[in-house]
């Protein structure tokens, strides 16, 4: 079993920044790799950034390539997303996941365990 707990959401003008935080506990965090993913209002679930266990690799879909990075500090059992140059569009209920195989990072069906999310809103 993984726990994971997000952190970090609120509300931030158009061009902010936010770093959401995502705690894991459970398995040993160091043998997953982690992904975050986004939901807004009437629309499906996405992906938006994932990164292997080590942190040596890291995916993001091309909306945020640029402007979002993620990370990890394996010693905290936490996974990071500094979200940068944010846009309205970007508003959305923003979730960790963990993915114990390290395959399909890019698909949400992929992921084992889930965290009850985190509100982001980007005011224009």
């Known amino acids: 079993q993984v726990q994971l707990v997000e952190s970090g959401g609120g509300l931030v003008q158009a061009g902010g920044s936010l770093r959401l935080s995502c705690a894991a506990s459970?398995?040993?965090?160091?043998?997953?790799?982690m992904g975050w993913f986004r939901q807004a209002p009437g629309k499906e679930r996405e992906f938006v950034a994932a990164i292997s266990w080590s942190g040596g690799m890291t995916y993001y879909a091309d909306s945020v390539k640029g402007r979002f990075t993620i990370s990890r500090d394996n010693a905290k059992n936490t996974v990071y997303l500094q979200m940068n140059i944010l846009e309205p569009e970007d508003t959305a209920v923003y979730y960790c996941?963990?993915?114990?195989?390290?395959?399909?990072?890019?698909?949400?069906?992929?992921?084992?365990?889930w965290g009850q999310g985190t509100q982001v809103t980007v005011s224009s």
């Open positions: 459970g398995r040993t965090f160091s043998k997953y790799a």
């Open positions: 996941a963990a993915n114990l195989a390290g395959l399909g990072l890019y698909q949400e069906n992929e992921y084992n365990y």
